[in-house]
């Protein structure tokens, strides 16, 4: 099903529909002009999150904010296999659409969902992805190895959609807004930074997507964990430069953040950000600050 836009990245954006693959396509804001950096947004959002950066980075940047396969106004192939949703799968997307767009290099930057799929680009398509910056997760294969014992209580959404199909998706759809609504709720420490309009879209693109947000998190939980351990086994890093913003989990749970960013990345700058989980939209500056700091390195 098509979502109806209600609200546009920036009242200058226009909106493509880029054929990514022959059954899937992006919806796709584009905005600015200059160097092209393009914005992944996280769960349970749509591109609308960018909605702050974006307008300070389209000063002299085309801004590129797609909605991720499976999310928002973008196709939502049926789980045909593991690869569908794969990050690798998802990532060949948004390097199709720039490619499409005009712009085989660009800057990335990926929130939550969005900064899996940035840091699988940047390991799969190297020569296209200049600079990476992702907001406030880990690694997969090492986000499932620091997840314990009660403490792994705080990621319970993880290993409920990683079941089988048929399972979660029906829970989930029964009581979409409460379930996708805490998410919005919980993991903001202000919330007035997600307005009620803006609260009120990221559901109504959740609960018409519930299908292929589970999909994607199930990927996370068998291909994405081997194409990651495929990569460790192989050496292979992130050549690029990368920065790292987080909260302060890795206190809570027991492990050093930065470490394990550090052993896929060369050339490494890990931020501890004192804030909620949607960084972009309770202090987009912080976050725009970070990203022309990464582009000038």
Not at 254 to 280: E, I, K, N, R
Request: proline fraction near 5%; glycine fraction near 8%; hydrophobic fraction near 45%.
């Amino acid at each position: 099903m098509e979502i109806s836009l209600t609200l546009t990245l920036l009242p200058e954006a226009t909106y493509h529909r880029v054929a990514v693959a022959p059954d899937v396509e992006l919806n796709v804001a584009v905005a600015g002009r200059g160097p092209a950096v393009v914005l992944l947004h996280g769960f349970p959002q749509t591109h609308l999150m960018w909605r702050h950066v974006a307008a300070d980075l389209a000063a002299d940047h085309t801004v590129i904010c797609p909605d991720l396969r499976g999310y928002g106004a973008s196709g939502k192939p049926a789980e045909e296999g593991e690869d569908t949703y794969s990050k690798r799968t998802m990532a060949a997307d948004v390097v199709a659409a720039a490619r499409i767009l005009g712009h085989r290099r660009f800057a990335l930057a990926g929130h939550d969902r969005g900064a899996l799929v940035a840091m699988r680009a940047g390991l799969d398509h190297p020569d296209a992805v200049s600079h990476l910056l992702t907001l406030d997760v880990l690694p997969t294969l090492d986000m499932w190895d620091v997840l314990r014992g009660a403490d792994a209580k705080v990621a319970w959404h993880l290993y409920l959609m990683a079941q089988p199909a048929g399972i979660p998706e029906p829970m989930i759809k029964a009581t979409a807004d409460s379930f996708f609504g805490s998410f919005l709720d919980g993991w903001t420490s202000d919330p007035q930074a997600i307005p009620a309009r803006y609260r009120e879209e990221y559901l109504r693109a959740s609960r018409e997507a519930v299908w292929s947000i589970v999909a994607d998190y199930r990927a996370t939980a068998g291909i994405d964990v081997a194409h990651d351990r495929a990569d460790r086994s192989a050496g292979k890093v992130l050549p690029m430069p990368v920065t790292v913003m987080q909260q302060g989990w890795g206190a809570v749970l027991g492990y050093d953040a930065a470490a394990l960013w550090g052993a896929w990345a060369s050339d490494l700058h890990h931020v501890t950000f004192d804030g909620g989980h949607f960084m972009a939209e309770e202090n987009p500056q912080a976050v725009v600050a970070a990203l022309r700091d990464l582009m000038r390195r």
